[in-house]
């Protein structure tokens, strides 16, 4: 099984910044793709980015790309997204995931963090 654990939230005012962490631990792979997502109140939950562990290879939904970075550090299994000028708009609970290779849905989910802009 896998364990994914998000910290890093917190409430933030408008053009400000916030790295999101999400540790992995337990049976992972260097193959895993791992991707941040977000639901927003009274919205459906969305891909924000995702980023493959050994290649690290990037992928961003068209909202964010610019102001959302995603990066991994294999030494502490760790991936990070980093928001930068950050929205009201970007309210919502973000959730990191875990896709094996070659599964189209991913499979793991952490418990979420909430992130808060104020405007």
């Known amino acids: 099984q896998v364990q994914l654990v998000e910290s890093g939230g917190g409430l933030v005012q408008a053009g400000g910044s916030l790295t999101l962490s999400c540790r992995a631990s337990g049976r992972t792979f260097s193959s895993d793709v791992m991707g941040w997502f977000r639901q927003a109140p009274g919205k459906e939950r969305e891909f924000v980015a995702a980023?493959?562990?050994?290649?690290?290879?990037?992928y961003y939904a068209d909202s964010v790309e610019g102001r959302f970075t995603i990066s991994r550090d294999n030494a502490k299994n760790t991936v990070s997204l980093q928001i930068n000028n950050l929205k009201p708009e970007d309210t919502a609970v973000y959730y990191c995931?875990?896709?094996?290779?070659?599964?189209?849905?991913?499979?793991?989910w952490g418990q979420g963090t909430q992130v808060t802009v104020s405007s």
């Open positions: 995931a875990l896709r094996r290779r070659g599964v189209s849905s991913y499979n793991y």
């Open positions: 980023i493959n562990w050994s290649t690290a290879n990037t």
